[in-house]
């Protein structure tokens, strides 16, 4: 990561944020507007893995943690205190949807993805799935709304079993969640 400015994260930061997150909800990043302090050698590979400085980092807890005061403005990520604005890397999407359940059939159906960091969101009007095609190979990358601008792209096993429980409306195949129908892809290029 070439011309980064050294950051290290404060110390009084991380524990406040620890406060935060023990008490079970996430902090009100949105309202937060501190001063950029620069890039913080810190990636989130696509498969959802957290790294810092090159080493992934290990400890659950943590990557829980630095996932709540996570950020997307426009098209880059930030890590966001009350006094502190870093830079961070990601790949693709920030989390990875790893499981999900159903419940209900037909348009009262309603899929409840779980992320690798734990979040819970159910997929509907607030939170949309979509489907993007690699232009080269033609491969989907699934993914859903988790949270203000942050998807979660969902995982090839967790996609084959979305595909198993599509259904075809209105020329498309698709999924329905909480009332909304998702398209995946038209009818017609199903063959």
């Given at each position: 990561?070439?011309?980064?400015?050294?950051?290290?994260?404060?110390?009084?930061?991380?524990?406040?944020?620890?406060?935060?997150?023990?008490?079970?909800?996430?902090?009100?990043?949105?309202?937060?507007?501190?001063?950029?302090?620069?890039?913080?050698?810190?990636?989130?590979?696509?498969?959802?893995?957290?790294?810092?400085?090159?080493?992934?980092?290990?400890?659950?807890?943590?990557?829980?943690?630095?996932?709540?005061?996570?950020?997307?403005?426009?098209?880059?990520?930030?890590?966001?205190?009350?006094?502190?604005?870093?830079?961070?890397?990601?790949?693709?999407?920030?989390?990875?949807?790893?499981?999900?359940?159903?419940?209900?059939?037909?348009?009262?159906?309603?899929?409840?993805?779980?992320?690798?960091?734990?979040?819970?969101?159910?997929?509907?009007?607030?939170?949309?799935?979509?489907?993007?095609?690699?232009?080269?190979?033609?491969?989907p990358s699934p993914y859903v709304l988790v949270r203000a601008n942050l998807e979660a792209l969902i995982d090839r096993k967790s996609f084959y079993r979305l595909v198993d429980i599509g259904v075809h409306h209105d020329g498309?195949?698709?999924?329905?969640?909480?009332?909304?129908?998702?398209?995946?892809?038209?009818?017609?290029?199903?063959?």
């Amino acid at each position: 990561m070439s011309g980064q400015k050294a950051v290290r994260p404060d110390a009084q930061s991380i524990a406040a944020l620890a406060r935060a997150a023990s008490k079970g909800g996430l902090p009100p990043v949105h309202l937060w507007n501190p001063p950029f302090c620069g890039d913080l050698d810190m990636r989130i590979a696509r498969d959802g893995t957290w790294f810092y400085q090159g080493t992934p980092i290990g400890r659950p807890g943590l990557v829980r943690l630095f996932s709540t005061i996570l950020r997307k403005d426009g098209e880059k990520y930030f890590l966001v205190t009350p006094v502190e604005k870093v830079g961070i890397t990601v790949d693709d999407a920030p989390f990875v949807a790893v499981d999900f359940e159903v419940s209900g059939e037909g348009e009262a159906q309603v899929l409840r993805f779980e992320t690798n960091v734990g979040d819970h969101v159910e997929a509907g009007p607030q939170a949309p799935l979509r489907v993007v095609k690699d232009p080269e190979t033609g491969e989907p990358s699934p993914y859903v709304l988790v949270r203000a601008n942050l998807e979660a792209l969902i995982d090839r096993k967790s996609f084959y079993r979305l595909v198993d429980i599509g259904v075809h409306h209105d020329g498309w195949f698709g999924l329905w969640s909480a009332g909304e129908f998702f398209r995946v892809i038209r009818s017609e290029e199903l063959g």
